[in-house]
């Protein structure tokens, strides 16, 4: 909350937090850097190799403004997923692509409806703008399509926000339970399908993309299986009209040109892709495994981390949590009662997990001291 | 306009029209290249070759986020601006920036000012949420600072805005002209004070930074001098207040850990921006020269581009711009008569006005004929 006159009386009302810290912050609050990287859903695996040149040619060619209309990225990425390129817009990451769907959907006032422990930097938005979330409780660690829906019809929601596999917890529906979901979407409501972990699930997660289908609009990105957390490229897939509504408000020459670059190599070398796939299926096994050596339990995971279940209540997940922090390990957890009983481990490689492993009796032995 | 019923009335009523098409897209259009880029007042001599090989290596870093804070960037530039980092905040071009700050300070259908022909991006954000334009001429080529003002009071407008150098004409005002316009900026109404072109500027046309200063803010960016348009990195100054505010709504995890790490080489590398200085202010010469051996003439630019007067009105203009586009010179030109009576030739290379040299007589012959 502020007061200041020269803000609108929404920006006033905003709450001053923010929905992540980044590492480096927490680095710079710690005085020291984390040894293990692995809080953030970032591959440590890498891009493309192909993508990194691509990046590197680009840089000298940075004097000029990327193309406004991404057009060899969207021509590449329609012939991929079958569909025109009226059908895909770009824009800075999923999550900046939230944001412009919220303004484009969300009058203030305007009902929505997400699960409680959801993303929330979708949440970030709709509050940005002025619109009223209601949340729907996980069911057994799911986000739950039912209850979604029906929390959707009570309250006349305008977007519904989904994301399979589901973040924080690593959770996922099949394709056939994802798209009686987009079946029994409301009259007047959008379902925002959050597909960032998909590339990580098995065959069969994803409901075919049809792109006349007005009732949702589907979130991808090169963030996470592509490697590129750091070029801001994402995408949305949806009918034509709904995505030429982003060109009414979108920043038209908002996106870097190396990042451009960066994501057409990375859609092409499909080789790369496999391989980061193979590294984090080996991950989530080795902290799996990591978990079962500490007498915990973890959770099936079609994502690029794995929810471990620290065994108690929020409180003590926390403390385990900042025994990994302390021992140099960077981890997140899930925000909301009873997913918080997790601490959610990112995908690394054979060295972080190694410090994963040696750091957590350490963070386990001093929580129970508490 | 639209009507699908998923989006806002406000975003329903939009207009179907963006500010600027680039030039690939141009070049689709035409089927074939230009061959001199001189229409977007991208700098043709490059970004500093530090910032180069810093994009460079840190594109094998991409797989992380950028940091959320731009902390490196702000503590340089806060530094060599003499201020603290409170001061600054970073984001994706001046464009993404003013969004950003309309968001923040414009409710529907509250009043804005700005000049008749001024930058068009502006009056993009503020059309995009709601506000309502008031447009005043320009005096002889310049924006008006007095009028611009006694606009703002009569309609109690919520931002002012003024660039300083102008774009697209190239004028400019003295810091003392700027700072009584400051010092007269109503209560109540913020002055928005576009600062793209300043390092093209003679020295004494920025006014002392004063970061307590609560009526102004500031807007800069590697677009122009330091080469990196293609990067999306400007910062804006101003009063710690503003600036947090910034945080309430912006993308936190928006930036490119590419384009940070090669802004702060750039912002470090004063040779580099001493050498594009002294380019630009050759290829000013070089432009009024050709002007001039063509019968027309040109107008004093403090900027990295020259207004060039074809001598009638905006439909001769018009004429002699696309004859230029037919001749694979890529310019732009002014939106709004009178100002509309001339073309705006970016800085270019040797080649590149050797190339508009060439070009500008028949284009000039041809729009005679029409």
Known sequence: MTTDPRLTPLVQSLPRTVPFVGPEAQERDRGRPFKARLGANESVFGPSPQAVTAMQEAAQEVWKYGDSESFELRTELAAQHGIAMEN???GAGIDGLLGSLVRLTVPQGAPVVTSD???PTFNYHVNGY???LHKVAYTADHEDPEHLVAKAKEVGARLIYLSNPDNPMGTWHDAETVQRMIEAVPEG???????????FAPDGTAPPIDPQDSRVIR???FSKAHGMAGARVGYAIGDAGLIAAFNLVRNHFGMSRISQAGALAAA??????????AQVATARDRIHAIATDNGLTSLPS???FVAVDCGADGTFAKAVLNG?????VFVRMPFVAPQDRCIRISAGGPEDLDLLAEALPGALADARKL
Chains 1, 2 share one sequence.
């Open 302 to 304: 079609a994502a690029s």
């Open 219 to 221: 979130m991808r990105t």
């Open 268 to 277: 092409r070398d499909a080789d790369w892709l496999a391989h980061v796939q």
């Open 88 to 90: 895909i817009v770009i």
């Open 189 to 199: 409501t959008l379902l925002v399908l959050d597909e960032a972990y998909i590339e």
């Open 324 to 328: 990994l922090l302390e021992r140099d």
């Open 130 to 132: 002025g619109g009223v």
């Open 117 to 119: 422990g959801a993303y």
